[in-house]
C-alpha cells in the first residue's frame, strides 16, 4: 500500500480546532480526489483536482478546505468541525480525470473522529 | 445518469462454498465498472474492471465477474470462499468525467 499515503490515519479533534490531513501519491498521477466515507452511507465524493487544479467541488460547506500544491500533494484543511463530520476521510487519485477507464488507487484512509 | 445499486448489505457464506456478491447499474452510455473490497480499518483495494472489452473479467484473490448488458448487472462471484475474504465489497460505475458512483456496498462474512 505504498503507492497513495495517507497522514495521519487516526485524528480526534474538537469542534474548534484546526487540523489538516495529508494525502500522498507515489504513482505520476495528474488527478486527486477527497471522499468521505460514513457509516451506512456510500462513498460520497468531497472534492476533484486534476493537473493541480479543483474541477469539482461537490456542495462541501466551507469548514473543509482543500489544497494541492503540486500533482503529487493533496491536503484537507478542516476548522470548527461538528461532530456529523466524523467519518472516514479517504483520498484517491487516478492517471486523469477524463475517460471514464481509470481506476482510481485509494490510500488507506484518516479516521476523523469530532469530539 | 449513473448509479450503482448492490442488492444485499449483507452475505454470508461457509467457508469453501461459492460466493456471489450482486450488482446492478445505470448508465447513459457504456459504463466502466469495478469492484473494490475494503478490509477493515483500510482503504479501498481494487478487484478487477471492466472497460468494454473482454465480459467476463478476471481479478486478484479467485474473484471474477461478468457483465451483462441485458441485465446490467456485473456480479462478482469467487468458486470457493475463504476466511480472508471477510471484507466490505463496493461496485463502482464510472462516467465519462471519471467520476465515480458507489454503491452502499455489502459486508462479507465467512463462517469456518
Known amino acids: 500500500e505504498t503507492g497513495v499515503t495517507q497522514t495521519p490515519r487516526h485524528l480526534v479533534m474538537g469542534m474548534t480546532n484546526k487540523k489538516s490531513l495529508k494525502c500522498e501519491q507515489h504513482l505520476g498521477h495528474n488527478a486527486m480526489y477527497w471522499y468521505k466515507q460514513s457509516a451506512k452511507k456510500p462513498l460520497e465524493l468531497m472534492f476533484v483536482y486534476s493537473l493541480e487544479e479543483r474541477v469539482e467541488n461537490n456542495s462541501v460547506p466551507s469548514r473543509f478546505s482543500p489544497e494541492c500544491p503540486n500533482s503529487s500533494h493533496l491536503f484537507l484543511h478542516l476548522h470548527t468541525l461538528q461532530p456529523e463530520d466524523s467519518a472516514l476521510y479517504l483520498c484517491?487519485?487516478?492517471?486523469?480525470?477524463?475517460?471514464?477507464?481509470?481506476?482510481?488507487?485509494f490510500g488507506p484512509g484518516t479516521r476523523l473522529t469530532v469530539l | 445518469a449513473q448509479s450503482v445499486t448492490q442488492l444485499d448489505s449483507h452475505v454470508s457464506v461457509s467457508e469453501g462454498t461459492p460466493v456471489l456478491l450482486r450488482c446492478n447499474y445505470s448508465s447513459s452510455y457504456s459504463p466502466s465498472l469495478f469492484w473494490y473490497v475494503q478490509h477493515p480499518n483500510k482503504g479501498l483495494q481494487l478487484l478487477l474492471k471492466?472497460?468494454?472489452?473482454?465480459?467476463l473479467v478476471k481479478g486478484i484473490n479467485g474473484f471474477e465477474a461478468e457483465f451483462k448488458k441485458s441485465e446490467t448487472s456485473f456480479h462478482l462471484t469467487k468458486p470457493s470462499a475463504h476466511m480472508s475474504d471477510a471484507a466490505e465489497y463496493f461496485c463502482v460505475v464510472s462516467d465519462l468525467g471519471n467520476q465515480f458512483y458507489f454503491g452502499t456496498g455489502t459486508s462479507l462474512t465467512v463462517i469456518p
Open positions: 471492466y472497460t468494454s472489452a473482454a465480459t
Open positions: 484517491a487519485s487516478s492517471q486523469s480525470k477524463a475517460g471514464g477507464t481509470d481506476t482510481q488507487y
